[in-house]
């Protein structure tokens, strides 16, 4: 009732009103964040399944290469004990005969042999001699590469006639040889030694002494 005795309605209020907004905020968001937590869910899950399959991938390769390294490594030892094994075997000496300085190679080995080529270092002093004449299977090339022609058995020997500077200053102690078996193609089995040079045989006391 008012100042003038007029009745009057007070306002209603409404109690339950914020209880209501809760609950339809809540009827809401609630799916919302269950969709959410599902697809982060999902996402953590492909995560996890890409870092273990790039794992698994990444052992697989680094297993393959060990595989494939440790294969190479063996063929590579098999490879060099062949040709260890398949080497010709020499007795490389030098020596002089009625015609002067010779070379000569004795073959050891069982298998037979087509034929070699033989190769020295120049600058030593010794070189093979294309002036005189050679044995009808040694064949030489240039002053450093000669050819022996004809089948090598065990024992038997190739040989070739030799130059010496006639300033034994100029000699080496020793030479270095090296002979390939021409039937292999290309060529790898190859043989090196060192061969010793004999001093002249009309070399001066005064030569020898320069010498040493």
């Not at 009057?8 to 968001?29: N, Y």
């Not at 995560?47 to 393959?64: D, H, N, P, Q």
């Not at 006639?166 to 002979?179: F, H, M």
Request: aromatic content about 6%; charged content about 25%; proline content about 6%.
């Amino acid at each position: 009732m008012d100042r003038t005795g007029r009745l009057t309605r007070s306002p209603v209020v409404d109690t339950h009103a914020g209880q209501r907004t809760v609950s339809v905020c809540r009827l809401l968001v609630a799916p919302m964040c269950t969709s959410i937590a599902t697809v982060v869910g999902v996402a953590l899950a492909a995560l996890v399944v890409a870092i273990f399959a790039g794992l698994i991938a990444l052992i697989s390769a680094l297993y393959t290469r060990t595989q494939a390294l440790a294969a190479k490594g063996s063929l590579a030892i098999e490879r060099e004990r062949y040709n260890v094994e398949a080497a010709p075997r020499f007795d490389p000496v030098m020596e002089y005969g009625s015609e002067g300085l010779v070379m000569r190679l004795t073959y050891k080995s069982e298998k037979p042999m087509n034929a070699i080529r033989a190769e020295i270092r120049s600058g030593h002093g010794v070189e093979f001699d294309a002036t005189r004449k050679q044995e009808p299977a040694g064949r030489i090339e240039s002053e450093t590469v000669a050819f022996w022609t004809e089948p090598l058995f065990q024992d038997s020997t190739a040989s070739w006639g030799m130059e010496v500077d006639r300033n034994p200053g100029q000699v080496s102690d020793y030479i270095t040889l090296k002979v390939y078996a021409l039937e292999d193609k290309p060529l790898k089995r190859t043989v090196q030694f060192r061969v010793k040079v004999p001093p002249r045989p009309d070399m001066s006391q005064a030569e020898r002494a320069a010498l040493g």
